[in-house]
């Protein structure tokens, strides 16, 4: 008969201390035999090789980032330096158009300074501060005004001839209107045979017009206008404009001339202004005026 015995539902094994002190002794023997002898050596390299891919894998999204973001920052760097070579062409652009404009201002003032040799009357040199935008006006502003002695009535010239007339003057500016604006006449002559007239602005295309011309009178194509001198403000022999056609009225017995100005204002940013003695040209028009008014 057998002998009945107790039922065993746990199987029993080392104490996890025992297990502990054994995994701990084992450790230490380890270390000191790797710290020692190369034993392990191929152990560590075979493990190596076993754990190498799943550390690929595990490093790959971290990879994945670092290459993106050197795509990103290559981009960057190159579209950085990309707009930095755009912005040097912008200057070297500029600075070449400055250098141009420079070399052209420097010749035209070189001319300039060739046209007081000519003149007896002192000037002065100014330059544009701006043109006023007016389809009625032909005016331009410059850079010095009473302080520097301008006051209205100067003439205004280029090394082509008499560009305008000051009309305006304020302690630090100054206002010219030009030979083509409706409201100025200039004194003139003809070159060719001394015949004074006085030419108008005003007309179509930035010309200049010569009026109350009988019909018979010497004029024709390719004549050159210059100032006579009379009245004072515009100096003698200061080339104004050269006559493009002459039209004649046989019915009414007058003729009328239309002139190109001689001078290029919309072309320069210097001038000079002469400084001749207004209040004698003022008394002058003022005696003019007194003889006709006693006559």
Known sequence: MQENGSLKLFKRGPTLELRLFVLAFLALALLIVDARW??????????SVLLYPFQRIMLAPRDGVERVKGWIDAANEAHIEKEAIQRQRIELAQMATHAAQLAAENEQLRRLLNVPDTVTQPSIAVEVLFEPT??????????????AGIRPG??????????????????????????????????????R???????????????????????GADIQPG????????????????????????????????????????AHPERHRHFLVLQVDVDVARRYQETLNGDGEAR
Do not use: C, W
């Not at 210059?226 to 009414?252: C, E, M, Y």
């Open 134 to 147: 007016s389809a009625f006006n032909h005016h331009l502003v410059f850079n010095k005004g009473s302080s």
């Open 223 to 262: 004549d050159e206008l210059v100032t006579s001198g009379i009245g004072g403000l515009f100096p003698a022999g200061l080339s104004v404009a050269r006559v493009d056609s002459v039209q004649r009225d046989s019915a009414t017995g007058f003729a009328m001339a239309l002139a190109t100005p001689l």
């Open 38 to 47: 190369s034993t392990l050596e191929p152990v560590r390299q075979g493990i």
């Open 154 to 191: 100067m003439p205004v010239i280029d090394e082509g001839g008499v560009v305008g007339q000051i009309v305006r003057v304020t302690p630090f500016t100054s206002e010219a209107a030009l030979i083509t604006d409706d409201k100025l006449s200039v004194p003139v002559q003809i070159l």
């Open 193 to 215: 045979n001394g015949l004074r007239l006085i030419a108008f602005g005003g007309g179509a295309d930035g010309k200049m017009e010569v009026r109350y011309l009988t019909a």
